[in-house]
């Protein structure tokens, strides 16, 4: 990213504090998404903090699962600026469509082995669509090049025997190997004593950060002081 003058050092120093004030201004304007919310008094005070996406889990294998009795007013509170994210793990396209259209989803993202035309349908639906994927020192980003274009945005976390919410971190260094052009949602393990470090990441397709298990009380009882934390710290950020 720096450019080098001989014998201006000057000129040198004004270009550093340039690309600082750049990569400072990329994360005070990175989104942010807490995802694992099922509980309606906690739906409303995580609303109140204002991330960029909220994050709601219709996967019944998951301890985050919203319950199959979850009503649609447990979302009324939520701002229309705050994008309402339904979370789906191997669903038909016709479940998808029909909760999407219940909860007035403006996104959907999509955590199993969702195929290219599923996520292209979706978009065609005027839907956001993230598609999220387990990455490992085996994965090959190569592999995603039919979901350009079908996409909004990738996610990538961790990769367990699960589908998300492990807590876990994979090798951020691992990100270099990126070289698509859907930009990127980053998630796995994603908290306040690892936050410092991911504010060091420098890629030009992250998006965003997806924090779910490492900001809550227990599963799906998000805690609202850690959120807050977070969010105070992205948007304000002065350390390089």
């Not at 720096?2 to 994360?27: R, V």
């Not at 005070?45 to 019944?60: E, H, K, L, R, W």
């Not at 447990?74 to 994210?85: C, F, M, Q, R, S």
């Not at 993230?130 to 190569?142: G, H, L, P, Y």
């Amino acid at each position: 990213m720096l450019k080098i003058y001989l014998n201006n050092t000057t000129e040198l120093h004004k270009e550093a504090q340039s690309d600082t004030e750049e990569y400072k201004n990329e994360f005070r304007n990175m989104k942010i998404k807490i995802c694992g919310l099922k509980e309606v008094d906690n739906i409303r005070q995580v609303s109140v903090a204002n991330p960029d996406y909220m994050g709601f889990i219709f996967y019944t294998k998951s301890s985050r699962f919203v319950g199959e009795e979850f009503s649609k007013t447990a979302l009324d509170e939520i701002p229309d600026n705050i994008i309402k994210t339904a979370v789906f793990v191997n669903e038909s396209l016709e479940n998808i469509l029909k909760i999407v259209t219940k909860y007035d989803f403006k996104a959907v993202q999509l955590h199993g082995h969702e195929s290219p035309e599923t996520c292209r349908q979706l978009k065609q639906q005027n839907l956001i669509v993230i598609k999220a994927f387990a990455i490992d020192d085996t994965f090959n980003f190569e592999t995603l090049h039919p979901y350009e274009g079908p996409c909004d945005y990738f996610l990538f976390d961790t990769k367990t025997n699960h589908f998300g919410g492990s807590g876990r971190v994979f090798d951020w260094g691992l990100l270099r190997n990126y070289k698509l052009e859907t930009p990127f949602i980053l998630s796995g393990g994603l908290g306040v004593e690892n936050l410092e470090a991911v504010l060091k990441i420098k890629h030009d397709k992250l998006y965003g950060l997806d924090f779910n298990s490492r900001l809550e009380d227990k599963p799906g009882l998000k805690n609202i002081p850690l959120i807050n934390k977070v969010l105070d710290t992205i948007r304000n950020y002065e350390h390089i």
